[in-house]
């Protein structure tokens, strides 16, 4: 192994991330011929932006190994089509996380306790000493 790309503490739900923007440079300047994933949820946990992700490696003739998926070959169309569902099962694990972080918050703000260990506002949160909600953020009921 030549390097690693890590974003520490960056949500896979994202694709503006620093290492993810590296790699891509790295993949388009020929500097990548291999990745290697631990898991598939590492590269992203949105199906859109690792279709769109494999893709560009795809194009760019860059292999993309998953240590999870051993036998994975992008060649094959039914290990593609089983990666995609491990992609829509990685998102919609993420969304459970998501929703129970926030019933919980929401539930401590409603018993008048700090909504967590930290005072900070995550993202697509607004708060108040009595209330804690989200900012125009999507349902996933």
């Not at 994933?37 to 199906?47: A, G, H, K, Y």
């Not at 036998?71 to 089509?81: E, G, L, N």
């Not at 260990?117 to 999507?138: C, H, V």
Request: hydrophobic share 35%; with cysteine; net charge positive.
């Amino acid at each position: 192994m030549d390097r690693f790309y890590r974003d520490e503490a960056k949500s896979g739900a994202t694709e503006h991330r620093r290492a993810l923007n590296r790699l891509l440079r790295d993949c388009r300047h020929g500097r990548v011929a291999t990745i290697i994933l631990p898991t598939l949820d590492r590269l992203s946990r949105n199906v859109r932006i690792a279709e769109n992700l494999f893709y560009d490696f795809e194009r760019l003739g860059v292999r993309v190994l998953i240590a999870d998926m051993p036998t994975y070959d992008s060649r094959d169309r039914k290990d593609v089509m089983l990666r995609q569902i491990r992609e829509v099962i990685a998102e919609e694990n993420r969304k459970d996380i998501v929703e129970r972080l926030w019933k919980g918050r929401r539930e401590r703000v409603r018993n008048g306790r700090p909504r967590a260990a930290t005072s900070r506002t995550d993202i697509g949160e607004q708060a108040s000493d009595s209330y804690l909600m989200r900012k125009n953020e999507p349902s996933y009921g």
